[in-house]
């Protein structure tokens, strides 16, 4: 079946600096790829959407300049962190989905210090 | 945004016992409906999912019925297993694109 696999898995972070997570898809091409954020005991929000060589399309409320998202290949996108503050210590699941689904990865649990 | 909730917010069944878990949505053109298992710090796994073209789907032990007039969908498990424990959420596609919108999440608990 589909596999997306997401690095890292967890990350900690000083205040102010910058930390990029990967989400590939390894054995299909995905046409879109889609970023989420999940809190404690919450449910998943859409941060941005991306297609493979243009913009990402972010969901309001979400700072595109705080929230980088790079989709180079229709097998890799990556979302940097800018800036990092302790609000935005979360848990970033990312997806990836072709003709047949949606699979998910595995998620980065990221904590700011 | 879209409005997509779950209902209960938790559930706690004997081994053995059913579970049924309900999934309320508001776009009337979603026309994709999944069903996801999330265990603790990992991401989300498709479990079932149903098109808008049938009302009913059936995976061993697992099972979605859909409703499309009345906008809801259900998720059964019956025979639960204490590893059916975890955070189970529906998230149909929403807004006329490809994008999924998330419940509010049921855990479900499945006590021996």
């Known amino acids: 079946g589909a596999v997306v696999s997401q690095h890292p898995s967890w990350v900690i972070c000083k205040s102010g600096t910058s930390v990029k997570i990967e989400c590939r898809s390894l054995?299909?091409?995905?046409?879109?790829m889609f970023w989420y954020r999940q809190f404690p005991k919450q449910s998943l929000m859409l941060m941005a959407t991306s297609n493979e060589g243009s913009k990402a399309t972010y969901e309001q409320g979400v700072e595109k300049d705080k929230f980088l998202i790079n989709h180079a290949s229709l097998t890799l996108s990556t979302l940097t962190v800018t800036s990092a503050h302790p609000e935005d210590s979360s848990f970033y699941i990312c997806s990836a989905t072709d003709l047949y689904g949606y699979t998910f990865g595995s998620g980065t649990r990221l904590t700011v210090v | 945004g879209e409005n997509v909730e779950q209902h209960p917010s938790t559930l706690s069944v004997q081994e053995g016992d059913s579970a049924v878990i309900k999934c309320t949505y508001s776009d009337s053109a979603s026309n994709y409906f999944p069903w996801y298992k999330q265990e603790l710090g990992k991401g989300p796994q498709l479990i079932i999912d149903?098109?808008?073209?049938?009302g009913e789907k059936k995976d061993q032990r697992i099972a979605v019925t859909l409703n499309k007039t009345a906008k809801h969908f259900s998720l059964h498990i019956t025979e639960t297993q204490p590893e059916d424990s975890a955070v189970y959420f529906c998230a149909p596609i929403t807004g006329g694109g490809n994008k999924l919108t998330f419940g509010t999440g049921t855990q479900l608990k499945v006590e021996l």
């Open positions: 149903i098109r808008s073209n049938v």
């Open positions: 054995d299909f091409q995905a046409t879109t």
